[in-house]
């Protein structure tokens, strides 16, 4: 059985990963509310489901991505239903295609390892040359959903919250597309 525990609105004890902390500095600087669930390793639709269940909200597919140059980096974040289609994502950014970053840019970047992808990276320096990338579809619901930067602990914040304070605190490029 998936383990999801009881919602906490409080940041976790300890911290596993420095991206971890700072996601939660940043919270309490901001002023931003939210939602928190400890599980198991979250990595499948199934694992997601379980935690949409508890958390009351559906968790967003993130996916990080890179120019054939391994130049230029992407978070792009979609519904976890939606297929991902290279060609639509690159056309609507007006780019050529991109393909999925490898394990070594993924923790050197955005600081996480695979399966705990998220736009909260954001509040690494590391981050600063990423675009962000929003599906029209999941910044029209009142909540996000995602992980914390690890694959054990998911949040949810109001999505103008991640917008309007977190995102434009740490300067984010970002854009928003409808494929």
């Keep these: 059985m998936f383990y999801v525990s009881e919602i906490f609105r409080t940041a976790p004890a300890s911290f596993k990963t420095p991206l971890e902390e700072k996601v939660y500095q940043a919270f309490e600087r901001l002023g931003i509310e939210y939602e928190r669930v400890d599980t198991d390793p979250g990595i499948t639709m199934e694992d997601c489901q379980n935690i949409d269940k508890v958390l009351g909200d559906r968790i967003v597919k993130t996916i990080f991505l890179c120019n054939r140059q391994q130049t230029k980096f992407y978070i792009y974040a979609t519904r976890d239903d939606k297929p991902f289609v290279t060609k639509d994502f ?39 040359d990423v675009t962000f990338v929003f599906d029209q579809d999941v910044i029209s619901n009142e909540h996000f959903s995602c992980t914390d930067g690890t694959a054990t602990c998911f949040v949810k914040l109001k999505t103008s919250d991640l917008l309007d304070r977190f995102m434009k605190a740490f300067g984010s490029d970002i854009r928003i597309i409808g494929v």
């Design 90 to 128: 690159g056309r609507a950014l007006g780019i050529p295609r991109v393909s999925f970053a490898d394990a070594g840019h993924l923790m050197n970047i955005a600081g996480v390892e695979h399966g705990a992808t998220t736009v909260l990276s954001a509040c690494l320096d590391s981050t600063k």
